[in-house]
Every structure is written in C-alpha cells, then in structure tokens.
Nanobody, 127 residues
Framework: HVQLVESGGGSVQTGGSLRLSCALS????????LAWLRQAPGKEREGVAG???????NYAESVKGRFTISRDNAKNALYLQMNSLKPEDSSMYFC??????????????????????WGQGTQVTVS
C-alpha cells in the first residue's frame, strides 16, 4: 500500500525558513521520480521542485535559489528546505511520486505534473 505523508508545514514570517518532509512507502523509493507541488485557493497546482532517480534536481523559477529539494532513499524520505520565504509562497504543499516515463524519464513526469501517488498536503503560511 503506497503512502506519502507530509509534515513540517506551519506559519512563518516573511524571510523565515521551513523544512518540509515527506515519508514515503514506495518499493523501492529509489525507482521513483519525486516532487513537491503546491496549490493555493483559486489557483492552479504548480510544480515547485523535482528530483530525478539519479538525484538531478529542477526548480520553478519562482523558488530558484531559495528552495532545495533532496531525497534520502535509505530513509524513504523526501525533503524541501524553504528559505527566504515570501507571502506568495503561502500554499498547500504536496509531495508526489511516479515512476519514470518514456522517452525522457522523470522529465516527462515533471513536465506533466501528473503523478500516480500524492500525499495529503501540508499548509505553509507566510505573513
């Protein structure tokens, strides 16, 4: 039974930091493309950061230089370190997972923002 469980959200002041975690029950974690996405009320869901099976990362332009995605396959965990937070970062954050797809592997998954497995979300509020 696949399960993704986020934690670490909360309220923080502008300029502050938060670290989101996602506990993964994938078998094995190393075979999956992982990502963080967010969705604010009335807005479309957007990809924030993705990490490939080989550890290659990519970020939305709006968070480059401020957010860092990482994975620990041995601990079955995904992380998002968020620094220099801005009010516009306020949103529900979701972790997601999907196996690589042809022909470009994790890039195909990230370009579509379509993932097979999702967490329930964790709220981040920046004021």
């Amino acid at each position: 039974h696949v399960q993704l469980v986020e934690s670490g959200g909360g309220s923080v002041q502008t300029g502050g930091s938060l670290r989101l975690s996602c506990a993964l029950s994938l078998n094995p974690t190393s075979d999956y493309c992982l990502a963080w996405l967010r969705q604010a009320p009335g807005k479309e869901r957007e990809g924030v950061a993705g990490i490939d099976t080989d550890g290659t990362t990519n970020y939305a332009e709006s968070v480059k230089g401020r957010f860092t995605i990482s994975r620990d396959n041995a601990k079955n965990a995904l992380y998002l370190q968020m620094n220099s937070l801005k009010p516009e970062d306020s949103s529900m954050y979701f972790c997601a997972a999907d196996p690589p797809r042809e022909p470009q592997g994790c890039r195909e998954v990230q370009a579509s923002n379509v993932y097979s497995y999702w967490g329930q979300g964790t709220q981040v509020t920046v004021s």
